[in-house]
């Protein structure tokens, strides 16, 4: 007969093994609740539309592009000015075909209290300076670093174009590119508001 005695187990003695796979877990579960709550919080924005206050933002112009002297900007700085912002980028094709009537446009309505502005969205540096230089775009620009201003403006896609009126409401809104015959109208129509 064998001596062998079996200890009781306690809870104490019983150690279980780390488990990277309830690590991992628990990661992806908090996760995927931090993307549905921005998911929500994104869903309750909106596109500002005519007749709302358009978002504020502050750009730093890109290398060789200024206003009134400045390298940097924010809406603020344009009031009791016609605001056009166009989101564009070096890669959309869309873009090509506005792109000689906003510089059209720009220097037909520079000297009357009208402020161009473009975005450059999802876009790098070297390219977007190509393009500009491509099509001889002389008003400021800048690059949306972190999608910031594309965000605030829910933005779908480039070309897009918000006429902000002197009070910094909404005037219009292109999605797509603009013709230049609407550009001008809306800026004409403006103006004779007193703008």
């Known amino acids: 007969m064998s001596d062998t005695t079996v200890q009781p187990t306690t809870s104490e003695s019983i150690t279980k093994p780390f488990r990277w796979s309830n690590l991992i877990l628990w990661i992806f579960v908090i996760g995927l609740l931090g993307f549905l709550g921005w998911g ?3 869903t309750n924005k909106t596109r500002p539309e005519a007749g709302q206050m358009a978002p504020d933002f502050n750009v730093q112009f890109l290398d ?3 206003w009134e002297g400045r390298q940097t900007a924010s809406l ?3 009031k009791g000015k ?3 912002l166009n989101f564009w980028a070096s890669w959309c094709v869309e873009c090509r075909v506005e792109a000689d009537a906003f510089e059209a446009s720009w220097q037909k309505y520079r000297d009357r209290g009208v ?3 473009g975005v450059a969205h999802v876009d790098v540096e070297p390219k977007s300076i190509e393009y500009l230089k ?3 775009i002389s008003y400021p ?3 949306d670093y972190g999608d910031r201003i594309s965000s605030d403006y829910e933005i779908t896609g480039v070309p897009e174009t918000f006429i902000i009126d002197p009070s910094g409401q909404v005037h219009y809104v292109q999605i797509g ?3 230049s015959a609407t550009l001008n109208g809306t800026i004409e129509q403006l103006l004779a508001k007193g703008g």
Do not use: H, M, T, W
């Open 177 to 179: 590119p603009i013709q």
């Open 40 to 42: 929500l919080v994104q």
């Open 64 to 66: 060789g592009y200024q």
């Open 76 to 78: 603020d700085d344009f």
């Open 141 to 143: 620009n800048a690059l």
């Open 134 to 136: 491509e099509f001889n």
């Open 115 to 117: 402020v161009f502005l």
């Open 82 to 84: 016609i605001v056009v």
